[in-house]
Every structure is written in C-alpha cells, then in structure tokens.
C-alpha cells in the first residue's frame, strides 16, 4: 500500500484462536489498540505478547497500530479435531463483542 492506503487503515485487529476452550481471553500488549479493547473486556484481562512473526507484522511495520485478543492454542490446534464443536462459543462472543466496540472506537472522530 501507498501512504494514503496505509492512512485509510485505523487498526489492524489480530484475533487468532479466540474460542479455545476452558481459556481465558488475552489482550495483546502495547500501545492504543489494547488500552481499547480492555475498556470492552473483562475487566483483569491478562496481556499476551504480540511477537514479530504474525499477521500483523506487516501492518505494524507500516505503521498501523496493532493490537488483539488470543485465548491460547488448544489440543486440536491444526488437527482433525478442530472443528465448530470444539470451540467456546461464549468465549468468541466476548470476543467478537469487544471487536466490534474496539473498532467502532478506534473509527469514531
């Protein structure tokens, strides 16, 4: 993307595997995007490191806050078993919840 492109994008919002079950949601740490999602999550949400080597990584290299929510990687990460019935619904609802809220934040004048 060009300057005006990367202008156009408020946040990039990184949610990888936010229906593991019997977890916990994490914010990821660092800068305006987490101080946003943490007014829209539980309060005590732990911090999660958002390392260099993810989706994100190209939009924080140009510039584009980050920032996300993980529940930790399950026993069926990238297995057969990882399918609808092995997903916390409520988990992904708190999730999808705290997104849109974040976005509408970070989107509003």
Request: net charge negative.
């Amino acid at each position: 993307l060009g300057a005006a492109g990367r202008r156009r994008i408020a946040a990039y919002l990184n949610l990888d595997m936010v229906g593991t079950p019997d977890s916990e949601p994490q914010v990821y740490d660092g800068g305006p995007v987490e101080d946003t999602l943490r007014r829209h999550l539980p309060r005590g949400t732990d911090d999660v490191s958002l390392e260099g080597n993810s989706d994100h990584a190209p939009f924080e290299r140009a510039g584009i806050p980050v920032g996300g929510i993980f529940t930790g990687l399950g026993d069926c990460y990238h297995r057969r078993c990882d399918t609808l019935p092995n997903v916390d619904r409520d988990l992904v609802a708190i999730a999808a919840r705290a997104t849109g809220r974040t976005l509408v934040d970070l989107t509003s004048p």
